[in-house]
Nanobody
């Protein structure tokens, strides 16, 4: 198993930027597919972006061209660079580590992002 701790959330004005980080403890980080999900009040959790062990990325349509996911295996960390933020991006952002072959599906507690003027 892997423990995940997110950071970098906060209050930002529309059009602003934030960079989220997710630090993972444990071994074999480089084998996990890492993802960022978000959950707005009253809404279901949804995928924002993920990155495979091989570095292949996948984005939800609503963040394409604005958000970038990346990983640093030497630091056991995955990042989400968020640019041109919109009020509808307001949500709790959760980090996920998945290794389906071993039944691993771990979540962090989340970090709150609020986009408001």
């Amino acid at each position: 198993q892997v423990q995940l701790v997110e950071s970098g959330g906060g209050l930002v004005q529309p059009g602003g930027s934030l960079r989220l980080s997710c630090a993972a403890s444990g071994s074999n980080f480089n084998y996990y597919t890492m993802g960022w999900y978000r959950q707005a009040p009253g809404e279901q959790r949804e995928l924002v972006a993920d990155i495979t062990a091989g570095g292949r990325t996948n984005y939800a349509d609503f963040v394409k061209g604005r958000f970038t996911i990346s990983r640093d295996n030497a630091k056991n960390t995955v990042y989400l660079q968020m640019n041109n933020l919109k009020p509808e991006d307001t949500a709790v952002y959760h980090c996920n580590a998945k290794r389906s072959l071993f039944g691993i599906d771990n979540w962090g507690k989340g970090t709150l992002v609020t986009v408001s003027s």
